[in-house]
């Protein structure tokens, strides 16, 4: 059976047919890679027949590229083992191309012709007859004509070769390389060969649908070789796809496992997810919020609205006003750090704080948000009176009747200022406004109102009845921070008669919402209420 031609190892072709044959190759090539993912999807059966029919073909194409090479090399004069050439990288291919897709072959028979053995050189041409006597003698002898340079033509070759090559890449990155961008197609083969970051990026691209379709289940393999590298980011968000079943089954197990990896290289996000699900599990309920407090105070909003979920539900648990005031924290943590979905939890959970709390729990909120820590805010101490130091040394005796009056007198003088309606209008505008504007509370505007609403409250507690060594008693108290002391108070009267009590601890009550206010705190009224403040 006698080989065709074009498939025969033997003989020479010019580069017209080499170029014919060549390009062909390549397309019966293309076609089978491309018969191949057609009937992959089809079936077993149709992905076999297309596998077989592929390989066919592949091979038909390898067998006519090998035999182009060769015979093109004989025209060349050189031997057609000169294919493995190919086997240098990027060099090899650019040498193939330019010789012979560019360069002459040998004029004449050579040594490999049709029959591929070598030929007789051609016998010699007579030598020229000596001119006729009739001829007229030449008056010159003709200039032999210089030999043509290859070197141009040699030169314009390579160059052409490189374009030609240049074009082939290109071509070949556009047709088997995916994405619809060049950005794509460039990560693409950056990811391909190991880098880490362009495998993030291109698994981000399919996740988003970013310049390529949406693809969760690429965007799974593509985050498992940044993964594979690493990359805590690739973990978690290969753990996220786990989690929540995207492209993959889903499988917590799994997702846990990346976690933890992420969370060894400190990736905080992953804290936060991983304190997901532990919490799930009621043993891991400690391990998630300890997590969640690490990433709190990295400053996760989303672990600031999960922690403040966790402090809320246990607001009847223990110290239910501080799993209160932990909750309002972290949740309006969380809507400072962009995590708009607590705002209304956030609304709900205010409406439920009880009246009596509401104060105490609006300073420390805000003062633990102006300090950045959940640590409770330390009120100021009450004023103490200066003491002498016989008082210290020698206390008052114990069956002295008015020492037992400053009892709980401090305590009642504070109830009767937060009744005040100055002390409730003040007070109810200050939290209103902070948590309209929660970036109030730390301006010198809210720091100035809240200062003077614990001023207010520090005096109203330094109320109380001092005797000193072989003295009177008398009642000291204090206004604006300042201490005084009224000897015209009948203190052996407070604790016998509860109407004159009474008296006197409203006129303490008035004196103290009534003393000058600083001019911050009457502007702020002025513009709250829209007209003048006291």
């Not at 090998?66 to 990027?90: E, Y």
């Not at 988003?208 to 949406?214: A, E, F, N």
């Not at 200066?386 to 009892?407: F, I, Q, R, V, Y």
């Not at 937060?418 to 409730?424: C, D, K, L, N, S």
Request: aromatic share 8%; net charge negative; proline share 8%.
């Amino acid at each position: 059976m006698q080989v065709p031609r074009c498939l025969s190892f033997q003989g020479r072709i010019r580069r017209g047919q080499f170029w014919l044959y060549w390009c062909g190759a390549m397309l019966a090539l293309v076609l089978s890679v491309a018969l191949i993912g057609a009937l992959a999807p089809l079936g077993q059966v149709a992905a076999i027949i297309g596998a077989l029919l592929g390989i066919a073909g592949a091979g038909a194409a390898c067998w006519l590229s090998l035999a182009t090479q060769v015979k093109r090399w004989h025209d060349l004069d050189r031997t057609g083992w000169m294919v493995l050439i190919n086997f240098i990288p990027f060099l090899g291919l650019l040498v193939a191309v330019i010789y012979l897709g560019f360069i002459k072959g040998t004029a004449g028979p050579n040594r490999f012709d049709a029959a591929g053995v070598a030929v007789a050189p051609p016998p010699p041409p007579p030598p020229p007859s000596p001119p006729s006597a009739t001829e007229p003698p030449l008056l010159s002898p003709a200039k032999p004509s210089a030999p043509k340079s290859r070197g141009g033509k040699r030169l314009l070759a390579a160059m052409l070769g490189l374009a030609v090559l240049a074009v082939l890449l290109a071509a070949i990155v556009f047709v088997f390389v995916p994405g619809n961008t060049w950005e794509v197609r460039r990560s693409w083969m950056r990811a391909s060969l190991g880098s880490a970051a362009d495998c993030q990026a291109l698994a981000w691209r399919y996740r988003t649908g970013q310049d390529v379709p949406q693809d969760f289940a690429r965007a799974a393999h593509w985050f498992e070789r940044a993964a594979d590298h690493g990359l805590a980011q690739g973990q978690y968000d290969l753990a996220v796809l786990y989690y929540y079943g995207l492209g993959v089954p889903a499988d917590p197990a799994r997702a846990k496992t990346l976690l933890q990896a992420a969370v060894a290289q400190n990736y905080v996000p992953a804290k936060t997810l991983l304190g997901l699900l532990q919490e799930s599990d009621e043993s891991g309920r400690e391990m998630a919020k300890l997590l969640w407090e690490e990433a709190s105070a990295a400053g996760d909003p989303w672990a600031q609205s999960l922690l403040g979920s966790m402090f809320l539900a246990r607001r009847e648990q223990g110290d239910g006003k501080e799993n209160l005031t932990l909750a309002l924290y972290y949740l309006e943590s969380a809507r400072r750090g962009g995590a708009e979905t607590v705002g209304g939890l956030l609304q709900h959970v205010w409406a439920t704080v009880p009246p009596e709390t509401l104060e105490e729990i609006t300073t420390q909120v805000f003062g633990r948000l102006a300090q950045g820590k959940p640590d409770p805010i330390t009120p100021p101490a009450p004023v103490e009176p200066p003491k002498t130091p016989e008082t210290t040394e020698t206390p008052a005796p114990a069956d002295n009747p008015p020492a037992e009056t400053a009892a709980g007198l401090g305590e009642e003088v504070l109830a009767s200022v937060r009744a005040r309606p100055e002390y409730v209008a003040l007070n109810t505008a200050y939290a209103e406004r902070s948590q309209a504007d929660p970036s109030w509370a730390a301006s010198d505007e809210g720091r100035a109102v809240g200062q003077y609403l614990q001023t207010m409250r520090t005096d109203a507690q330094a109320a109380q009845v001092v005797t000193p060594e072989g003295g009177k008693p008398t009642l000291e108290y204090a206004v604006g921070g300042s201490k005084l002391t009224d000897n015209g108070v009948h203190v052996d009267q407070l604790d016998s008669d509860a109407d004159y009590r009474k008296t006197v601890v409203d006129a303490l009550a008035q004196n103290i919402v009534s003393a000058p206010r600083p001019l911050v705190v009457s502007e702020f009224l002025k513009h709250q209420e829209g007209g003048d403040a006291k």
